[in-house]
């Protein structure tokens, strides 16, 4: 606690936002206190997974074929274990590996959810072997990115191009939120056809199905249990976590953090008691990021909501040792959960020794990734498909409108700014150090450099991304960032306009990259900005879902923005108004060919011009 104290005394954005997200969680409470009966629950779960479900866009509304196909097997004394792919959706192939108990019959089934390890499925390779050792069916499968199922593929190396499993799960999480949704749409999809895949298994008791997982696997595991009656016992470990402590921690990452949770008065809690009375054991580790405080909060709570079902006892907290993970007595207790639910507490709690594979022989396809298969699609391809099946142009005059409503005041307070005096002439408003403190200077015009806000804690320096971190902490609470940066540049326009011997009718706004879309948003709504420039624009946000990776994309969503809107129709807002656009881009920085109202600079044409004229 003293440590978190310290990073919110040195980040004020985060401090700012944490103030709303907490007076949320206030709000949320009382709501909670409210319920105390059990049709009252039922009815409030019901509200819950409607705004679960519209939060993510709603689920696929129809279950295509599976094509299922066994590529390998591998057998012991212990268990067999099959090499499984399918298709969750067509052409997007799921690789899993199903472990098979010896004895005949029907038997109980637990899917078992990976983690974000580059391993993917063959993380839970042990946990699985011993589930089908005591009689379980056990089917484990790589999560979008991780395992045979890397999004972003470096064919050098055949590892992650943009960094590790969840850093592809927030470019996917950028490209989804484009189009007002959230890719734990997808995530849940494979995991409800990976239960479909178990009830086509002679070996498996469709009314006997529980799920577990740890981490990223534990999220899935909760919203499996939450959205799927077919879940009839869960285990999520490592994830588990009130808002309380979580949203100015460690911040889960797109498909954990569904869009506008705490705006709409919702907490991890909720998706537990939605599922009211499934038994939970809810774990975690003394040393995890994903504090047992936390957990315990969750805990607690739930615990007495499912005292409305007289099922309290269905409700379990376990506190296993070491790290974030699944250490020996976690896995045991999973065991004893399951035996306990789904086999009327028959069976061996103690983990025993089995046969174990190293991972190239859990592969299940023969060149370790289903890019190769044919046909084969990426999540950037199914969101692309996605936004075709839903766009609804709107006319640049609804944008307007939007903006207005979203680029307004706030509490948070001035933007950090530097005056320049100059000698006269046009008047400029320079966006985080779009020009140098030397080459404003130089250009002798009065001027304000502005830095717009930002959370330093929140910058983890991955690559690509950004400030993710603070632009899913705005949208988790129901503000957006970007229009909040946009606030800044108008500030600082005002803070300009106010200067002695500044003509406000001459104030131009500079900008460069990524920045110039909050120029644009800032310009669109604040008329005293007479002109823009803008120096390597990204020409389109359509382009950006046809790349599995993006530079800097959460430092401009707007969701739902492209359902409606193009970058043309922000660029229209400026109306009669001078605008230089100057060498677009691309989403990774890279040159594109510069079609109207773009343009290439000439030539030896100068700062001093572009920046005055």
């Known amino acids: 606690m003293l440590a978190l104290a ?121 946990l699985s072997a011993n589930l089908a050792a005591k009689g379980f069916v056990a089917l484990t499968f790589d999560p979008i990115g991780l395992g045979e199922r890397i999004q972003a593929l470096d064919p050098r190396t055949r590892r992650h191009a943009g960094g590790c499993c ?95 949770f705490l705006g709409s008065g919702l907490d991890h809690a909720d998706l537990f008691e939605m599922a009211a009375p499934t038994p939970w054991l809810i774990l975690a580790t003394e040393g995890d990021y994903f504090t047992p405080p936390g957990a315990k909060m969750v805990y607690d709570e739930v615990r007495g909501w499912y005292g409305l079902f007289d099922a309290a006892d269905r409700v379990k907290f376990f506190v296993g040792s070491g790290p974030h993970g699944t250490p020996h ?45 044919p046909g084969s699609l990426k999540v950037h391809e199914l969101i692309r498909a996605r936004y075709r099946e839903l766009r609804k142009p709107k006319a640049p005059a609804a944008l307007l409108a939007e903006l207005r409503r979203m680029v307004v005041g706030d509490s948070f307070g001035e933007p950090q700014t530097q005056y320049y005096a100059g000698h006269g002439g046009p008047a400029l408003v320079v966006v985080n150090a779009a020009l140098s403190a030397e080459q404003i200077e130089k250009l002798g015009v009065p001027a304000m450099a502005v830095t717009v806000r930002d959370s330093p804690a929140s910058l983890d320096k991955r690559p690509y991304l950004a400030n993710w971190l603070a632009n899913t902490r705005a949208e988790n609470i129901g503000l957006n960032l970007s229009a909040m940066r946009a606030n800044d540049i108008s500030k600082a326009v005002a803070l300009l306009a106010a200067k002695p011997g500044v003509d406000p009718k001459r104030i131009r706004v500079l900008a460069k990259g990524v920045d110039g879309v909050w120029a644009l948003m800032a310009a669109a709504v604040d008329q005293r900005i007479a002109s823009v420039w803008i120096d390597k624009l990204p020409h389109d946000f359509q382009s950006a879902l046809g790349q599995p990776l993006n530079t800097r994309l959460f430092d401009v969503l707007i969701p739902g923005f492209l359902l409606h809107w193009e970058m043309s129709d922000l660029i229209a807002l400026m109306g009669k108004r001078p605008l230089v656009l100057t060498d677009p881009v691309d989403w990774n920085g890279m040159p594109v060919e510069a079609t109207s109202p773009f343009r290439a600079r000439l030539t030896g044409e100068t700062i001093e011009e572009l920046a005055t004229r």
């Open 329 to 373: 007595e976690t896995r045991e207790s999973i065991y004893e959960w399951m035996i306990r639910w789904l086999n009327d507490g028959k069976g061996e709690v103690k983990e025993g020794e089995v046969p174990l594979y190293p991972d190239s022989e859990l592969q299940v396809t023969a060149s370790g990734q289903v890019q190769d298969l």
């Open 166 to 260: 969840a850093n592809e799960h927030l470019q996917a999480g950028a490209q989804a939120a484009l189009i007002g949704e959230s890719v734990a749409r997808y995530f849940i999809w494979d995991a409800m056809r990976a239960i479909d895949y178990l009830e086509t298994r002679p070996e498996v008791d469709p009314q006997r199905i529980g799920a577990a997982g740890c981490s990223g696997g534990g999220c899935l595991t909760t919203y499996i249990a939450a959205l799927d009656p077919r879940i009839k016992a869960a285990a999520p470990a490592c994830y588990t976590n009130s808002y309380r402590l979580l949203f100015s921690g460690p911040h889960p990452d797109s498909e954990m953090s569904l869009p506008g």
């Open 6 to 126: 310290l990073l919110l005394a040195t980040d004020p954005l985060l401090t700012w936002m944490d103030g709303i997200a907490q007076k949320q969680l206030d709000q949320r409470q009382l709501e909670i206190a409210k319920v105390r009966t059990r049709d009252q629950a039922k009815r409030r779960a019901a509200v819950v997974r409607e705004k679960i479900l519209r939060s993510i866009g709603g689920l696929p509304a129809t279950r295509t074929p599976l094509n299922a196909k066994v590529t390998g097997k591998l057998m012991n004394p212990s268990y067999t274990m099959e090499k499984v792919v399918f298709e969750s959706l067509p052409h997007f192939y799921v690789t899993a590996n199903l472990y098979l108990p010896k004895t005949p019959g029907r038997h109980p089934a637990v899917l078992v959810q990976a983690g974000h390890t580059t391993l993917g499925k063959t993380e839970t390779h042990q």
